[in-house]
């Protein structure tokens, strides 16, 4: 295996890509239909700053891990802020940096785009990832409802 590089999604990269979507998607007990894969699939290749951007760890033979993150507008602030909606790493991978690596990339991202911040949300139950989130980020005292 060549050392892994991350770049930004690109067309030919579906199927690895909807591979890995649907093991974080399983990672989280939920799953998408074939509509929400084309669509999302769709935004993430589009060239619109306001819309979701993708990035992938290419090992040289598959993609290893995905990160997916927006720009939008933040009242408390005037600049916009990034949100970091989802980060995945194939678990035999897990603990090599490629994770901290994505983060890290989508920080770079944030910053070239002037973005105010980044911030991202997890389940309580993922240790695995909240032990590198309280080491690249700070932990907030912010809950989450929805409808």
């Known amino acids: ?13 579906e199927a690895e890509w909807r591979r890995l979507f649907t093991a974080y998607l399983a990672f989280y007990e939920t799953s998408v239909t074939d509509d929400v894969y ?11 700053p306001n819309e979701f951007h993708g990035l992938v760890v290419d090992t040289g033979v598959k993609l290893a891990g995905l990160v997916h993150f927006l720009f939008h507008r933040d009242t408390w602030t005037v600049a916009n802020t990034c949100y970091l909606e989802d980060l995945y790493v194939d678990p035999p991978l897990r603990g090599t940096g490629l994770g901290r690596a994505l983060i890290e990339a989508v920080y770079e991202q944030a910053d070239l ?3 105010a911040g980044v911030y991202w949300m997890t389940q309580e139950f993922n240790a695995t990832g909240r032990r590198l989130y309280d080491r690249i980020g700070n ?7 929805e409808r």
């Open 113 to 115: 785009a002037g973005a």
């Open 139 to 145: 932990l907030t005292a912010f809950v989450q409802y």
């Open 38 to 48: 084309t669509t999302t699939f769709a935004r993430l290749l589009a060239d619109d």
């Open 1 to 13: 295996m060549t050392q892994p590089q991350i770049r930004r999604l690109e067309r030919n990269d």
